[in-house]
């Protein structure tokens, strides 16, 4: 099978299609032959060991994880002894688990994993990045801005895979959502249910005084001390990204006259959280509430493109990476718009 696999850290040309033999799913494991995966900023991370912290997680000198890929949607090909909660054919989306190696044609996941079946009439293929954008961006619209009806909630980086989420998110919750993002992204951020604009190359969001009960930073690019003016009393801002600002003032109590600010890791979520979400978004897949929004679809054999594109910081949804298995037929369908429940928005 085809692996996209790297023997050290740096820059996107440190990863390569090699060959490696077909694993075989142990006791309590399922075989996914993969459709799609997806490359984000955090792959990048992993990539390059930027931040060094990476290093702890992935190897010290060079990766021990060399195959990338998280998030994945396939269909299972194999069952190890023992499994019960799968069947040989069933269409899965989901995660990994802390083994990473997603990036391939085939990857054995624990039953017990984040893994669930897709619901019927729901596309494959751009369900290969949704899990990271839904995963990260439900627990910090519902567990940590808590949004309610009437809140009014400020999205910055709303075209991002995570905001992009957040926002879809934040209208089902009921939010009064502004998003924050390029002109060019104001279209799509509408469609998904975006109630006001800023773009943030004209404007500047934190020059609202007292506007949001949230403000969620997607992207990680600005701050609390910058953002909390644009708060109202008790309003709290939240970002993806860590920094020495946010650590400081969580470690200080995490809040500021009277505003709150916080950091979550979503992403170190245990598999029995994280599974309990995606049976949730199965739920709003399958009514339409909640659609995957895909930018491009790279074939596996470009997933050096696929990285160089992604570090760009340009993109809008996710990237997904379709396997030789999928994206043939696929690509053609998979970025296309439609009304239907489980179809991709174009971003
Ligand atoms: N805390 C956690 O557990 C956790 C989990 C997952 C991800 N993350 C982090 O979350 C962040 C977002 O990830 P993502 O995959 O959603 O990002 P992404 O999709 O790669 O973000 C791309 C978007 O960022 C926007 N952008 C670029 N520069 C900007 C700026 N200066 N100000 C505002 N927006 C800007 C651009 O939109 P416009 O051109 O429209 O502005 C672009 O479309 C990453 O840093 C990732 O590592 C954290």
Wanted: aromatic residues 6%.
């Amino acid at each position: 099978m085809k692996v996209a696999a790297q023997k050290r850290y740096g820059g996107p040309e440190v990863i390569e299609i090699v060959d490696r033999a077909r694993p075989v799913p142990g006791a309590g494991k399922v075989l996914v032959e993969v459709h799609a995966s997806t490359v984000t900023l955090a792959d990048c991370a992993f990539r390059k060991a930027d931040p060094f912290i990476v290093r702890f997680f992935g190897g010290l000198f060079r990766p021990k994880l060399d195959v990338l890929g998280d998030d994945i949607a396939g269909v299972v090909a194999e069952l190890g002894p023992g499994v019960t909660r799968f069947a040989v054919g069933d269409r899965v989306h989901g995660c990994t688990g802390a083994s990473l190696g997603g990036m391939a044609e085939y990857v054995c996941v624990k039953e017990s994993a984040a893994l669930v079946k897709v619901p019927d009439g729901v596309e494959l293929l751009p369900l290969g990045g949704m899990s990271y954008a839904y995963l990260t961006a439900m627990p910090f619209m519902r567990d940590e801005a808590r949004v309610k009806p009437g809140d009014r909630v400020l999205i910055n980086g709303a075209a991002s895979s995570v905001g992009a989420m957040a926002v879809q998110l934040a209208h089902h919750f009921g939010g009064e959502v502004t998003a924050v993002a390029s002109g060019r992204h104001r279209a799509l951020v509408e469609r998904l249910g975006a109630d006001h604009f800023i773009d943030r190359q004209q404007a500047d969001f934190t020059a609202n005084p007292g506007a949001y009960d949230v403000i969620f930073d997607a992207v990680g690019k600005s701050s609390f001390a910058r953002s909390a003016p644009a708060l109202r009393p008790g309003g709290i801002y939240l970002t993806t990204v860590p920094s020495w600002g946010i650590f400081w003032l969580m470690l200080t109590g995490g809040k500021r006259g009277g505003k709150r600010g916080r950091l979550a890791t979503t992403g170190l979520r245990n598999e029995v959280d994280k599974l309990n979400d995606l049976h949730i978004l199965n739920d709003l897949l399958a009514r339409g509430v909640l659609r995957p929004v895909t930018d491009r679809v790279f074939p596996l054999d470009q997933i050096v493109d696929a990285h160089r594109y992604v570090e760009r910081e340009v993109k809008a949804g996710d990237v997904v990476v379709a396997m030789p298995v999928a994206q043939a037929p696929l690509l053609l369908t998979s970025a296309t718009e439609g009304a239907a429940a489980g179809s991709a928005i174009r971003a």
